[in-house]
C-alpha cells in the first residue's frame, strides 16, 4: 500500500518519538508512529527529572497517571564523588536544602516539595505511547522502517514492514525518534562519536534493598564512583531497585565482577537479592553525536540525535524537552518548509547538548569539587547574578532551563494563532491596544 498524503512520519515510539507525536496530532497534524517492538517493553534508563513531568502534564495531562502508576518518588540525587568520600546531595526543591534535616519521612512525602519519579520504564514508555495514541497519532507496533529513499537532503520516501503487510509512504516531515538505532543519521552517515566519554554499562535489578539513611531514603537516586567507573542505584518501586555498574570496559561483567563492584561501591543490597528474571543486561556506546540533527524535511530526537553519558540521568528528559521543542519548531513552520524552524530548533539543542557534555566532562576529572560541579553550570547557563552556583546545577541538570524556554516559545505560538484566527497580526493587534489606551 502506498500513501502519498502522509504528514508526518516518527520513527520510534519511545519518549522522543511518543512525546513530539503526541504533541504533534493534538494541533491537528496527521502522523503515523512506526515503532519496532511490542509496548510494554524493558528498557533502562529509569531516573526522571522534574521538568519533563512539566511538560508531560502541561501538553497530555498525564500528571495524575504518573503519580497513580507506583512509580518511586524522586526528590534528588545523593553522590559520593570528589575529592571527598562525604556524600553531598543535590535536590530539587530549594527549601529542602534548610529543611531536609528536620524532616521525617513522612513529612517529606506529606509535604509541597518538587519531585520527579523514578519509573519502570515499561510501564512508562506506554503511557506515554498511549497518550500519543489518544492525542489522534496513528501508532503501529511490531512495525519496522525497512528503507528510506532520499534525495539530496530531503526524505521522500520510506518502507514500512509490520503485522498488516508493507506500507510505501511519502511523508512531508520525518521525525528519527529510534533511539541508539539512528535511522536516519546512519542513512545521512552523520554519527560523530564522543572519544573521551565511551563508557559501557553492566546492570539488573535487586529486590528488597535499602535507601539512603534519613528521610530521603527510598526517594532518591545515589551515584557512588568506584576505582574502575561508578553505580547508579535507583528505585523503581517500593521494592525493586535498579543497580548499574558504569565502567570503561568494552564487554559485559560477569556476574561475580557486578556483584563485587556493587558491594564495593557500599550500597545498600544484598547479593541474595539479585533478580533472576530479568537477568544482568548491557549497554554501550554511551556517548554520540551527529554532525547536525536536521535536514531539509526531517529532525532527530533523542538518542537519535545525540546521547551525554549517563552521570546526569538526563537521556529520557533531553529526548521529552527536546522531542516537545522539535514540535513546536514544526508547528511553527506551518504550511512552509521546516528549515528555517528547524535550524532554530537545533541551535537550542546544540547548546543543551553542549552544556552537558562539558559539565559531564568537568564531572570525570580527577578529585573535582562538588562547588566545581555547580560553578561549571552557572557558567555553561549564562546564569544571572544572585542565581546560586548550586540552583544554577540544579536548574539545568533537571532540564527546567530548556523546559521554560519551550514554554515561553510555546505560548508565543499559540498567540500568533489567535491572533490568525481573528484575521490581525500579533504585531498590529498590540498596536491597536496600545492607541486605545
Known amino acids: 500500500?502506498?500513501?502519498?498524503?502522509?504528514?508526518?512520519?516518527?520513527?520510534?515510539?519511545?519518549?522522543?518519538?511518543?512525546?513530539?507525536?503526541?504533541?504533534?496530532?493534538?494541533?491537528?497534524?496527521?502522523?503515523?508512529?512506526?515503532?519496532?517492538?511490542?509496548?510494554?517493553?524493558?528498557?533502562?534508563?529509569?531516573?526522571?527529572?522534574?521538568?519533563?513531568?512539566?511538560?508531560?502534564?502541561?501538553?497530555?495531562?498525564?500528571?495524575p497517571a504518573l503519580a497513580s502508576a507506583g512509580f518511586a518518588r524522586k526528590y534528588g540525587a545523593v553522590y559520593v564523588w570528589g575529592e571527598t568520600r562525604e556524600p553531598w546531595s543535590v535536590l530539587f526543591d530549594d527549601r529542602l536544602d534548610g529543611d531536609?534535616?528536620?524532616?521525617?519521612?513522612?513529612?517529606?512525602?506529606?509535604?509541597?516539595?518538587?519531585?520527579?519519579?523514578?519509573?519502570?520504564?515499561?510501564?512508562?514508555?506506554?503511557?506515554?505511547?498511549?497518550?500519543?495514541?489518544?492525542?489522534?497519532?496513528?501508532?503501529?507496533?511490531?512495525?519496522?522502517?525497512?528503507?528510506?529513499?532520499?534525495?539530496g537532503d530531503r526524505v521522500v520516501q520510506a518502507t514500512l514492514s509490520g503485522p498488516d503487510g508493507v506500507r510505501t509512504v511519502r511523508p512531508s516531515v520525518v521525525l528519527d525518534g529510534s533511539g541508539q538505532r539512528c535511522v536516519l543519521g546512519r542513512h545521512f552517515d552523520l554519527q560523530e562519536s564522543v572519544?573521551?566519554?565511551?563508557?559501557?554499562?553492566?546492570?539488573?535489578?535487586?529486590?528488597?534493598?535499602?535507601?539512603?539513611?534519613?528521610?530521603?531514603g527510598r526517594h532518591v537516586q545515589l551515584v557512588v564512583t568506584i576505582?574502575?567507573?561508578?553505580?547508579?542505584?535507583?528505585?523503581?518501586?517500593?521494592?525493586?531497585?535498579?543497580?548499574?555498574?558504569?565502567?570503561?570496559?568494552?564487554?559485559?561483567?560477569?556476574?561475580?565482577?557486578?556483584?563485587?563492584?556493587?558491594?564495593?561501591?557500599?550500597?545498600?543490597?544484598?547479593?541474595?537479592?539479585?533478580?533472576?528474571?530479568?537477568?544482568?543486561?548491557f549497554a554501550r556506546d554511551w556517548s554520540f553525536s551527529h554532525r547536525r540533527f536536521t535536514g531539509?524535511?526531517?529532525?532527530?530526537?533523542?538518542?537519535?540525535?545525540?546521547?551525554?553519558?549517563?552521570?546526569?540521568?538526563?537521556?529520557?528528559?533531553?529526548?521529552?524537552?527536546?522531542?516537545?521543542?522539535?514540535?513546536?519548531?514544526?508547528?511553527?513552520?506551518?504550511?512552509?518548509?521546516i528549515r528555517q524552524a528547524a535550524a532554530e530548533h537545533e541551535k537550542a539543542l546544540q547548546k543543551e547538548y553542549?552544556?552537558?557534555?562539558?559539565?559531564?566532562?568537568?564531572?570525570?576529572?580527577?578529585n573535582r569539587s562538588v562547588d566545581g560541579f555547580y560553578w561549571q553550570a552557572h557558567n555553561a547557563i549564562d546564569a544571572t547574578a544572585g542565581t546560586t552556583p548550586l540552583r544554577a546545577f540544579v536548574y539545568l541538570t533537571t532540564g527546567h532551563y530548556a523546559a521554560d524556554r519551550h514554554f515561553r516559545v510555546f505560548a508565543d505560538w499559540q498567540e500568533r494563532q489567535m491572533f490568525s484566527a481573528l484575521g490581525a497580526s500579533k504585531k498590529s493587534a498590540r498596536a491597536i491596544l496600545h492607541r486605545r489606551r
Request: charged residues 20%.
Open 296 to 337: 531539509e524535511n526531517w529532525m532527530l530526537l533523542g538518542d537519535a540525535a545525540c546521547f551525554v553519558d549517563p552521570v546526569l540521568s538526563g537521556g529520557v528528559d533531553f529526548a521529552i524537552r527536546g522531542s516537545a521543542n522539535g514540535a513546536l519548531a514544526i508547528l511553527q513552520a506551518g504550511d512552509a518548509p
Open 100 to 151: 531536609l534535616a528536620g524532616l521525617t519521612e513522612a513529612q517529606l512525602l506529606d509535604g509541597p516539595y518538587e519531585h520527579a519519579w523514578q519509573v519502570d520504564r515499561a510501564v512508562f514508555d506506554k503511557l506515554l505511547l498511549d497518550a500519543a495514541r489518544d492525542q489522534g497519532a496513528e501508532v503501529l507496533e511490531q512495525t519496522v522502517v525497512q528503507d528510506i529513499v532520499s534525495e
Open 354 to 366: 553542549k552544556a552537558y557534555l562539558e559539565l559531564a566532562r568537568y564531572w570525570y576529572g580527577n
Open 195 to 216: 572519544p573521551d566519554l565511551q563508557s559501557t554499562a553492566t546492570y539488573g535489578y535487586f529486590d528488597g534493598a535499602g535507601g539512603h539513611p534519613g528521610p530521603l
Open 227 to 281: 576505582p574502575e567507573g561508578w553505580v547508579w542505584f535507583i528505585p523503581v518501586s517500593a521494592t525493586r531497585t535498579s543497580v548499574g555498574v558504569v565502567h570503561r570496559r568494552r564487554k559485559r561483567l560477569d556476574r561475580a565482577a557486578f556483584i563485587e563492584a556493587v558491594l564495593q561501591a557500599g550500597l545498600p543490597v544484598h547479593a541474595e537479592g539479585f533478580c533472576e528474571d530479568r537477568g544482568l543486561c
Open 1 to 63: 500500500m502506498t500513501d502519498p498524503t502522509l504528514d508526518v512520519l516518527v520513527i520510534g515510539g519511545g519518549p522522543a518519538g511518543a512525546t513530539a507525536a503526541g504533541l504533534l496530532a493534538r494541533h491537528g497534524r496527521q502522523v503515523v508512529v512506526a515503532e519496532r517492538e511490542r509496548f510494554p517493553r524493558p528498557h533502562v534508563g529509569e531516573s526522571l527529572q522534574p521538568a519533563s513531568m512539566r511538560i508531560l502534564d502541561h501538553h497530555f495531562g498525564l500528571g
